[in-house]
């Protein structure tokens, strides 16, 4: 029977490479977290994994990982949700390192989340399941 790896690849910062290196996020803030001083106008999608397990006889991590997308007002906001979904699942099979993403589906689209933190803030939140097979 397999047996967890001694140490699991951090998925949160997989993702965050992975959105942050495509072209059609360019200048958009991609982290785990806000950058200080954050007011949620900025263009931002910050990456959180909220949940998730590991299927020991599949050797398989599976985490719920949820993008936050902020934009200056809610048009854009929505628009850089979508185009932070489409670059996420287009990562299937994606190998970083020793590490391969071997499925993402989403689990909750973009649904409009007021931010009440950022009373300023236009925020759409979306949550993947994200299939890690670790070395």
Same mark, same amino acid.
């Given at each position: 029977?397999?047996? &967890?790896?001694?140490?699991?690849?951090?998925?949160?910062?997989?993702? %965050?490479?992975?959105?942050?290196?495509?072209?059609?996020?360019?200048?958009?803030?991609?982290?785990?977290?806000?950058?200080?001083?954050?007011?949620? !106008?900025?263009?931002?999608?910050?990456?959180?994994?909220?949940?998730?397990?590991?299927?020991?006889?599949?050797?398989?991590?599976?985490?719920?990982?949820?993008?936050? %997308?902020?934009?200056?007002?809610?048009?854009?906001?929505?628009?850089? =949700?979508?185009?932070?979904?489409?670059?996420?699942?287009? =990562?299937?099979? !994606?190998?970083?390192? !020793?590490?391969?993403?071997?499925?993402? !589906?989403?689990?909750?689209?973009?649904?409009?989340?007021?931010?009440?933190?950022? &009373?300023? =803030?236009?925020?759409?939140?979306?949550?993947?399941?994200?299939?890690?097979?670790? =070395?």
């Amino acid at each position: 029977m397999p047996s &967890p790896p001694s140490v699991f690849p951090d998925v949160q910062a997989l993702v %965050v490479d992975l959105l942050a290196d495509r072209s059609e996020l360019a200048g958009v803030i991609v982290d785990e977290s806000p950058p200080a001083g954050f007011d949620g !106008t900025a263009k931002a999608v910050l990456v959180s994994r909220v949940g998730g397990a590991w299927i020991d006889d599949l050797h398989l991590d599976q985490p719920l990982v949820e993008l936050e %997308v902020y934009g200056p007002d809610k048009t854009t906001a929505h628009t850089l =949700a979508n185009t932070a979904r489409a670059a996420l699942l287009a =990562a299937t099979g !994606t190998v970083r390192g !020793t590490t391969t993403l071997t499925d993402i !589906t989403e689990a909750d689209g973009p649904r409009w989340l007021p931010d009440f933190v950022r &009373p300023r =803030a236009s925020r759409y939140v979306s949550t993947f399941r994200i299939s890690v097979r670790p =070395a």
